[in-house]
């Protein structure tokens, strides 16, 4: 009789089976570590193959957050040394795009803090977009993470060459109140369907290591794949001082990967992002790429210590990946 993972990997495989909970909890929970990574990275080169892509993101607007998320370092709420910024100028986020192109970086994301970009800072926002796309001549796809905003916006977005909007779920809805009360969950969903409904493609993951359950990292990756999300960022909390979350213990190494794993049995056919956290695996979270994740962020991640994208692609070519 197959074992859980390899019964379970041949039907997503042959009969694009959909996994229940209760079957992903069993994964979690499977004896043979090294069997369970393997059954994940057969099922991502069967059903979302060996392409990958590199992005990078930029801290468009930095601290002074209105939100009370209590893993963040740019919360207002907590004091974290973290020191509030203006919105970039235009003209340095074309540099940064320019460099995206020597570095064959294909995706680029502006980030901002706060509970969504409004005013003058959404039109530099805007601006900033137009002239990266200018710059770059199609050489580079943009993304967005503005915040909980709506469809106008949205559009707006679209039509300055944005093609992609990034918003976190964080969490499963039944552990979201514990880490956020300034805004909810429902708010998050309907952010993510204006940017659907506006023609914009979706980057959504969340953060482990909260303190959630696994059956709570479960319920967010079911929701992800009902979303019908394209790119999914799996954050590792890195503890920072000052927040809620300052004591908390750090995931260990094989916690992360079978999360990886259980999360491409959920999502086959989907992108599984490595983000920030991916260094606490160690050399420079190689093992994440045979573990079910094809894609990962390079660079500094807002807050936290990155890689280089020359490292980056480099390990990719080096697993087989293509670009």
């Known amino acids: ?17 959909v996994i229940s909970k209760k079957e992903a909890l069993e994964l979690y929970e499977y004896e043979n570590l090294q069997e369970l990574l393997d059954c994940a990275d057969e099922i991502r ?7 990958s892509d590199v992005c990078s993101i930029i801290n468009a607007k930095q601290g002074a957050c209105s939100e009370n998320c209590s893993y963040c370092a740019q919360s207002a709420h907590w004091k974290t040394g973290c020191a509030a910024g203006k919105m970039i100028d235009p003209e340095w986020a074309c540099d940064q795009a320019k460099k995206c192109v020597e570095n064959k970086v294909k995706r680029l994301s502006l980030v901002t803090a706060g509970r969504g970009l409004g005013g003058k800072d959404f039109e530099t926002g805007i601006e900033c977009f137009r002239k990266m796309e200018e710059a770059t001549s199609g050489k580079v796809k943009f993304c967005a993470s503005f915040g909980i ?32 009360t300034t805004h909810s969950y429902d708010e998050r969903l309907e952010t993510i369907k204006a940017a659907k409904e506006a023609g914009l493609e979706i980057c959504s993951g969340g953060i482990i290591g909260l303190g959630e359950s696994r059956g709570d990292r479960i319920d967010m990756a079911v929701e992800l794949r009902n979303l019908g999300v394209h790119s999914v960022p799996i954050n590792v ?25 259980v999360f491409r049995f959920i999502m086959p056919d989907q992108v599984i992002r490595c983000a920030a956290g991916r260094k606490s695996l160690g050399k420079n979270g190689r093992d994440a790429f045979m573990a079910g994740s094809n894609a990962l962020i390079s660079g500094d991640f807002l807050t936290v210590e990155g890689s280089t994208n020359e490292e980056d692609l480099r390990m990719l070519a080096e697993l087989g990946y293509e670009f």
Request: charged share 35%; glycine share 6%.
């Open 237 to 261: 909390l890195n503890p920072i001082k000052g927040t809620p979350l300052e004591s908390m213990k750090i995931l260990d190494k094989e916690e992360i990967l079978r999360t990886i794993a």
């Open 1 to 17: 009789m197959e074992n859980i993972a390899s019964e379970l990997k041949r039907k997503i495989i042959e009969e694009s089976y």
């Open 45 to 51: 080169k069967k059903c979302a193959g060996s392409k």
């Open 149 to 180: 905003i709506g469809k106008d916006k949205m559009d707006e977005l679209k039509k300055c060459g944005v093609v992609r909007y990034h918003h976190n779920l964080e969490s499963g809805r039944n552990f979201y109140s514990k880490i956020c």
